[in-house]
């Protein structure tokens, strides 16, 4: 089975400080996403990366950066966590073509509360 | 790619057939219909896709109408485990477009 093991599950961090969320998938996928989600906002992509040292701004990438070092491994970071930041973000990742590609596999997400 | 509406909520009663319905009437040719489904506090979880004809796995079915313009997911005898919210998202297969997620639909399951 695919497994995507996101490094935390709840966090709790204050305003300012830089937050880096880790993900690591095991099936060599070339395709990583994070994602974030809020009540009523449903789930928002924030980056995505399709090769290592490669990323591509999603829907909503202010205030996060994102780095992939390492096939397996995709980090979130939040430069100077805000209040506004608070919320479920969930990391994912897929084969790299063909009707593989948006099978995505999901971590069980890092609830990120920023005080 | 093609937005798609769900219903925001269904409710379901347990052992019966769960139908969720998906209309993308602006869908391309070259575009594909997943569902994919979120347990509470869980990420969501693929179920299915198919471009046109109707598929099935040990999932689900998926019945998308001849003109392609909407779909049904079908939970052939729901469980209390089945509820979740449903995702229904329309994308190609070609290039690197992401998924979407959309709102979904909410099944409870009842029993």
Redesign the interface.
């Known amino acids: 089975d695919v497994k995507?093991t996101q490094s935390s599950r709840y966090l709790v961090k204050r305003t300012g400080e830089k937050v880096f969320l880790e993900c690591v998938q095991d099936m060599d996928h070339e395709n990583m996403?994070w994602?974030r989600q809020d009540p009523?906002l449903?789930?928002r992509?924030i980056y995505?990366s399709?090769d290592v040292k490669m990323k591509?701004k999603?829907d909503i990438p202010e205030g996060y950066s994102v780095s992939r070092e390492k096939k397996e491994r995709f980090s979130l970071i939040l430069e100077s966590a805000s209040t506004n930041q608070t919320s479920m973000y969930?990391c994912?990742s897929s084969q790299k073509g063909?009707?593989a590609?948006?099978?995505?596999?999901?971590?069980?997400?890092t609830r990120l509360s920023v005080l | 790619d093609a937005k798609t509406t769900q219903p925001p909520s269904m409710d379901c009663a347990e052992g019966r057939a769960a139908n969720l319905p998906c209309n993308h009437s602006t869908i391309s040719g070259n575009e594909y219909v997943y569902w994919y489904r979120q347990i509470h506090s869980q990420g969501p979880q693929y179920i299915i896709h198919g471009l046109k004809n109707n598929e099935t796995n040990e999932m689900a079915s998926l019945i998308i109408t001849e003109d392609r313009k909407s779909s049904t997911l079908i939970l052939p005898h729901a469980t209390l485990r089945d509820t979740a919210v449903y995702y229904c998202i329309v994308v190609r297969n070609s290039g690197n477009t992401p998924l979407v997620f959309g709102k979904g639909t909410r099944l409870s399951v009842i029993a």
């Not at chain 1, 590609?101 to 997400?109: C, R």
């Open positions: 995507v996403f994602y009523g449903g789930l992509l995505f399709y591509e999603g969930l994912a063909g009707l590609k948006n099978i995505q596999y999901f971590g069980a997400g």
